[in-house]
C-alpha cells in the first residue's frame, strides 16, 4: 500500500487536475478499466470521492467496484453490482471538480454581465458536443483539416467498420432512425473504419438550418449543419454526417457506444507558452526527450518568429504523450487513427503548433537506442534533452540515414558539435567516411538501423560495404567511466574494417537493455 495524500478540498486542487485527471481515465479506459465510484452519490454537486492529492499530484484510490472490460477482476464475485446500485461514469468527476473551481471563483457582478453583452435576465451561453463522422477518410482529408480549424475539436476517435452486411444494416438503420424514413440504410457508410471528431460549440453559435435538416422543418442549426453541406458541394467522394442538435448527438453516440457525458467533460489544454507545456509534462513525470532543435526554444518569441515551429518528442507512452499535451492528429493517417503517422497539432500561445512524437518501438531508431536516450536524458532550462553523444550521433543518423543526401546545413551543425579532428575528418569526406563514424558508434553500442513504420520517413542504410561491426571513433568527449575527476579526454580508437565477430552481450548489457519502468 502506497500513501497517496488526502481527499482533494476546493483548498488543495492543483491548476492542472483537468488534465491530471484526464490521463487517469485515459490510462485506465487504454487497458479496459473502470472505477464505477469515483463520487457517490453520481451527481454534478460536489459529495463523496476518490480522488486524493498530495504534493500537487492526483491519485484514485478504492478500486473495489472495479471492472475489467465489464467485467469483475478474476471473477471474484458472479454479481457484478448490488442490485440497487449502478456505476457512475469516471468522467463524472471532471464535471464535480469543475463546479468545485467554480464555486472557489469570485461571482460574476452585473457590469461585468454588461461587458459581457448579456443581461441579468439571459441564460449564460453552454457549451454543447457535436459530432462530424467522415465515412471515407481516404477521400476527406481536406475536410478533416478544414475541421480542425474551424471547430473546438476535443477529441478524434477511430471507428471500426462493422463486420458484415447484416451487422452495419443494423447499426446505420439505428444511426439514421430519425432521417431514413423505415429504409434500409445500405451503402459506403459503416462498411469501412472511419473517423469521429467530437467537437464542443456554444449554444449562442446556432444560426440558420440548410439541406436535410432545413426540409425537416429545422429552424435554427449549429455550424456543423452549414460545414457539412459545404463539404459535400466542395469535396467529391467525401461522405459526411455531422450532427443538427444534441439530440442527434446523443442518439448517434448510443449508436457508436460512446458516452456523451465523458466526452462533453473533455477540455483540450491551451498552453501560455512552451515554458508551460514542458513544466507540466515534469509534474506529471512524463518520460520524454526533444529530439532536436531544443535550443531554438529558449529563443525570445520563438513561436512568433518560426512559420512553422515544431517540436519533437521521443517518448516511452505515445497514448499518454498525446493525452498530456492535448495533441490532435495533424491527418488522418495518424498512428491512433490505425496509420503510421505521428505528426500532431498542440496549442501554444494561441498558436497550432507541429508535434512530432516518435515512441519506442516505431523503429524511428532501434527501440534500444531509444530507451538508451531516455535513459541517459539530462535537463536544460527546464526540458529534458538527450546527453550530447546521444544527441550527435542521433542528428548524424537522422541527416545520413534518414535523409536522401546529407545536407551541408547538417554537416555544418555536426561540424560545430565537435572538437574530434577525426570525425570532423570524416563529416567532410565522403559517404563511406560518415557511414565510418556513425556505424562506428553503432556497433560499439550494439545499435542496428532501423526502417521506420512511418512511410515517410526516409531509409537509405549504409549498406553491406561498411563492415557491420567497425569500433567508434568517439566524436563527443566522455568523463571518466569511473566518475573520477580526472581531465575529459577523447577517446581516439582506430576504425578497423577488418571484420570480428559480434561481442556477446553481457550481464550489465542485458540489464541495460530492460524497457523504462517509469511513465
Same mark, same amino acid.
Given at each position: 500500500?502506497?500513501?497517496?495524500?488526502?481527499?482533494?478540498?476546493?483548498?488543495?486542487?492543483?491548476?492542472?487536475?483537468?488534465?491530471?485527471?484526464?490521463?487517469?481515465?485515459?490510462?485506465?479506459?487504454?487497458?479496459?478499466?473502470?472505477?464505477?465510484?469515483?463520487?457517490?452519490?453520481?451527481?454534478?454537486?460536489?459529495?463523496?470521492?476518490?480522488?486524493?492529492?498530495?504534493?500537487?499530484?492526483?491519485?484514485?484510490?478504492?478500486?473495489?467496484?472495479?471492472?475489467?472490460?465489464?467485467?469483475?477482476?478474476?471473477?471474484?464475485?458472479?454479481?457484478?453490482?448490488?442490485?440497487?446500485?449502478?456505476?457512475?461514469?469516471?468522467?463524472?468527476?471532471?464535471?464535480?471538480?469543475?463546479?468545485?473551481?467554480?464555486?472557489?471563483?469570485?461571482?460574476?457582478?452585473?457590469?461585468?454581465?454588461?461587458?459581457?453583452?448579456?443581461?441579468?435576465?439571459?441564460?449564460?451561453?453552454?457549451?454543447?458536443?457535436?459530432?462530424?463522422?467522415?465515412?471515407?477518410?481516404?477521400?476527406?482529408?481536406?475536410?478533416?483539416?478544414?475541421?480542425?480549424?474551424?471547430?473546438?475539436?476535443? /477529441?478524434?476517435?477511430?471507428?471500426?467498420?462493422?463486420?458484415?452486411?447484416?451487422?452495419?444494416?443494423?447499426?446505420?438503420? /439505428?444511426?439514421?432512425?430519425?432521417?431514413?424514413?423505415?429504409?434500409?440504410?445500405?451503402?459506403?457508410?459503416?462498411?469501412?473504419?472511419?473517423?469521429?471528431?467530437?467537437?464542443?460549440?456554444?449554444?449562442?453559435?446556432?444560426?440558420?438550418?440548410?439541406?436535410?435538416?432545413?426540409?425537416?422543418?429545422?429552424?435554427?442549426?449549429?455550424?456543423?449543419?452549414?460545414?457539412?453541406?459545404?463539404?459535400?458541394?466542395?469535396?467529391?467522394?467525401?461522405?459526411?454526417?455531422?450532427?443538427?442538435?444534441?439530440?442527434?448527438?446523443? /442518439?448517434?453516440?448510443?449508436?457508436?457506444?460512446?458516452?456523451?457525458?465523458?466526452?462533453?467533460?473533455?477540455?483540450?489544454?491551451?498552453?501560455?507558452?512552451?515554458?508551460?507545456?514542458?513544466?507540466?509534462?515534469?509534474?506529471?513525470?512524463?518520460?520524454?526527450?526533444?529530439?532536436?532543435?531544443?535550443?531554438?526554444?529558449?529563443?525570445?518569441?520563438?513561436?512568433?518568429?518560426?512559420?512553422?515551429?515544431?517540436?519533437?518528442?521521443?517518448?516511452?507512452?505515445?497514448? /499518454?504523450?498525446?493525452?498530456?499535451?492535448?495533441?490532435?492528429?495533424?491527418?488522418?493517417?495518424?498512428?491512433?487513427?490505425?496509420?503510421?503517422?505521428?505528426?500532431?497539432?498542440?496549442?501554444?500561445?494561441?498558436?497550432?503548433?507541429?508535434?512530432?512524437?516518435?515512441?519506442?518501438?516505431?523503429?524511428?531508431?532501434?527501440?534500444?537506442?531509444?530507451?538508451?536516450?531516455?535513459?541517459?536524458?539530462?535537463?536544460?532550462?527546464?526540458?529534458?534533452?538527450?546527453?550530447?553523444?546521444?544527441?550527435?550521433?542521433?542528428?548524424?543518423?537522422?541527416?545520413?540515414?534518414?535523409?536522401?543526401?546529407?545536407?551541408?546545413?547538417?554537416?555544418?551543425?555536426?561540424?560545430?558539435?565537435?572538437?574530434?579532428?577525426?570525425?570532423?575528418?570524416?563529416?567532410?569526406?565522403?559517404?563511406?567516411?560518415?557511414?565510418?563514424?556513425?556505424?562506428?558508434?553503432?556497433?560499439?553500442?550494439?545499435?542496428?538501423?532501423?526502417?521506420?513504420?512511418?512511410?515517410?520517413?526516409?531509409?537509405?542504410?549504409?549498406?553491406?560495404?561498411?563492415?557491420?561491426?567497425?569500433?567508434?571513433?568517439?566524436?563527443?568527449?566522455?568523463?571518466?567511466?569511473?566518475?573520477?575527476?580526472?581531465?575529459?579526454?577523447?577517446?581516439?580508437?582506430?576504425?578497423?574494417?577488418?571484420?570480428?565477430?559480434?561481442?556477446?552481450?553481457?550481464?550489465?548489457?542485458?540489464?541495460?537493455?530492460?524497457?523504462?519502468?517509469?511513465?
Amino acid at each position: 500500500m502506497t500513501y497517496v495524500g488526502s481527499p482533494v478540498t476546493k483548498a488543495t486542487l492543483p491548476g492542472d487536475y483537468d488534465s491530471q485527471l484526464r490521463k487517469i481515465i485515459f490510462d485506465m479506459e487504454s487497458v479496459g478499466v473502470r472505477h464505477n465510484d469515483i463520487i457517490y452519490p453520481c451527481s454534478a454537486k460536489p459529495g463523496k470521492h476518490e480522488v486524493m492529492v498530495q504534493n500537487g499530484r492526483l491519485s484514485l484510490i478504492d478500486f473495489g467496484w472495479a471492472t475489467i472490460d465489464g467485467q469483475v477482476p478474476c471473477n471474484v464475485s458472479k454479481q457484478l453490482f448490488f442490485h440497487d446500485w449502478e456505476p457512475c461514469p469516471d468522467s463524472k468527476i471532471l464535471e464535480v471538480l469543475k463546479l468545485t473551481l467554480a464555486q472557489a471563483a469570485p461571482l460574476h457582478t452585473a457590469e461585468t454581465n454588461k461587458n459581457n453583452k448579456q443581461t441579468q435576465n439571459e441564460p449564460p451561453p453552454t457549451d454543447e458536443l457535436h459530432l462530424i463522422l467522415l465515412w471515407t477518410p481516404s477521400r476527406c482529408q481536406q475536410a478533416y483539416t478544414e475541421a480542425l480549424n474551424t471547430f473546438n475539436v476535443v /477529441a478524434v476517435r477511430s471507428h471500426q467498420g462493422y463486420a458484415t452486411t447484416t451487422e452495419k444494416i443494423e447499426y446505420m438503420n /439505428a444511426f439514421y432512425e430519425s432521417t431514413r424514413q423505415h429504409k434500409d440504410v445500405n451503402d459506403v457508410r459503416g462498411s469501412i473504419e472511419h473517423v469521429v471528431i467530437f467537437a464542443k460549440i456554444s449554444s449562442m453559435e446556432y444560426g440558420g438550418c440548410a439541406g436535410g435538416a432545413s426540409a425537416r422543418g429545422l429552424k435554427t442549426c449549429p455550424p456543423t449543419n452549414p460545414f457539412k453541406n459545404r463539404v459535400r458541394d466542395k469535396h467529391s467522394g467525401c461522405v459526411i454526417h455531422a450532427t443538427d442538435g444534441v439530440f442527434e448527438t446523443r /442518439a448517434n453516440m448510443r449508436v457508436l457506444e460512446y458516452e456523451y457525458e465523458h466526452y462533453n467533460a473533455l477540455h483540450r489544454p491551451q498552453w501560455e507558452s512552451l515554458t508551460h507545456m514542458f513544466d507540466h509534462l515534469k509534474v506529471i513525470n512524463l518520460s520524454y526527450v526533444v529530439s532536436r532543435n531544443h535550443e531554438d526554444y529558449t529563443k525570445k518569441n520563438y513561436l512568433q518568429s518560426t512559420k512553422h515551429p515544431d517540436v519533437d518528442f521521443m517518448v516511452t507512452d505515445y497514448n /499518454a504523450t498525446i493525452a498530456a499535451l492535448g495533441a490532435l492528429p495533424s491527418g488522418l493517417h495518424a498512428t491512433e487513427l490505425g496509420g503510421h503517422r505521428v505528426q500532431h497539432n498542440v496549442l501554444i500561445g494561441g498558436k497550432s503548433v507541429h508535434v512530432d512524437v516518435r515512441y519506442v518501438g516505431d523503429h524511428y531508431v532501434d527501440p534500444n537506442w531509444m530507451r538508451d536516450i531516455l535513459r541517459n536524458r539530462v535537463s536544460r532550462n527546464g526540458i529534458f534533452v538527450m546527453e550530447a553523444e546521444d544527441y550527435f550521433y542521433s542528428l548524424l543518423y537522422h541527416a545520413l540515414i534518414q535523409k536522401p543526401q546529407f545536407g551541408s546545413d547538417y554537416k555544418l551543425r555536426l561540424m560545430e558539435m565537435t572538437s574530434n579532428s577525426t570525425a570532423k575528418s570524416r563529416l567532410g569526406g565522403n559517404r563511406r567516411d560518415q557511414c565510418e563514424l556513425l556505424l562506428g558508434f553503432m556497433n560499439d553500442r550494439g545499435y542496428i538501423s532501423s526502417k521506420p513504420d512511418d512511410p515517410t520517413v526516409g531509409f537509405f542504410p549504409c549498406g553491406k560495404t561498411i563492415a557491420p561491426n567497425l569500433t567508434a571513433d568517439r566524436a563527443i568527449d566522455k568523463s571518466p567511466i569511473d566518475g573520477s575527476n580526472s581531465s575529459r579526454t577523447q577517446t581516439q580508437r582506430s576504425v578497423s574494417m577488418k571484420k570480428t565477430k559480434r561481442r556477446t552481450p553481457t550481464l550489465v548489457h542485458l540489464i541495460h537493455r530492460l524497457p523504462l519502468l517509469w511513465t
